[in-house]
């Protein structure tokens, strides 16, 4: 009985364990895609318009 409330809340505090990494795997992927997103909106703030018609064309693809 003791041996298994003990594994009980081993398996809670694994399970609680998984969860923050994950939460914080998904916060640090979304704040990655961010940065990408905003290099790539500055590489298209400076390319000249008619390749900027290209980027667009080619992100629709």
Do not use: Y
């Amino acid at each position: 009985m003791l041996a298994h409330a003990l594994l009980t809340v081993q398996a809670r505090q694994l399970g609680g364990g998984i969860e923050q990494l994950r939460q914080h795997l998904e916060f640090g992927n979304r704040r990655q895609l961010q940065w990408v997103a905003g290099d790539i909106a500055e590489v298209r703030r400076a390319l000249p318009p008619q390749h900027r018609q290209l980027a667009a064309c080619g992100q629709q693809l």
